[in-house]
């Protein structure tokens, strides 16, 4: 291996505290629990909850339903964070409550786009049997 970006490896308790954070938030998004008045919360998945080792931040994958205007609710959730947060504080009972940082989860995307490479590759390899 050369000289790349690692990727990084989680603890075991990163990993189950994300987790319960994105149980937490997802339930108060389909419950509307954070009231936030610009945005319909029931409609946002979070995908993925990524905690920093010292526990303190949390990167929160999220992803609107239909996926359209993505970055538009990115924004307002980051606005709104502290209502997400105060909803989060009446659920968890953790010595020290994570900063929420909203970011849009392009993951889906990234999946389609090698599914397309993919069947372009299959097509053409189909193609050159035919031909051979």
Do not use: W
């Not at 505290?17 to 945005?39: C, H, S, T, W, Y």
């Not at 526990?55 to 359209?68: D, H």
Request: charged fraction near 30%; avoid cysteine.
């Amino acid at each position: 291996m050369g000289k790349g970006k690692k990727s990084p490896t989680y603890s075991q308790r990163q990993l189950r505290v994300g987790e319960l954070i994105k149980q937490n938030i997802g339930e108060i998004f389909i419950r509307n629990e954070a009231k936030i008045l610009a945005l319909n919360t029931s409609l946002v998945t979070v995908t993925e909850v990524k905690m920093t080792p010292d526990l303190k931040s949390a990167r929160v994958y999220v992803i609107p339903l239909g996926g359209k205007e993505a970055k538009r609710i990115v924004s307002i959730l980051t606005e709104f964070s502290h209502l997400v947060r105060r909803a989060l504080s009446k659920k968890l009972d953790m010595k020290f409550l994570p900063r929420l940082a909203f970011v849009e989860d392009n993951s889906f995307e990234y999946a389609e786009k090698i599914e397309r490479l993919i069947n372009i590759n299959k097509k053409n390899d189909a193609e050159k049997n035919r031909n051979n």
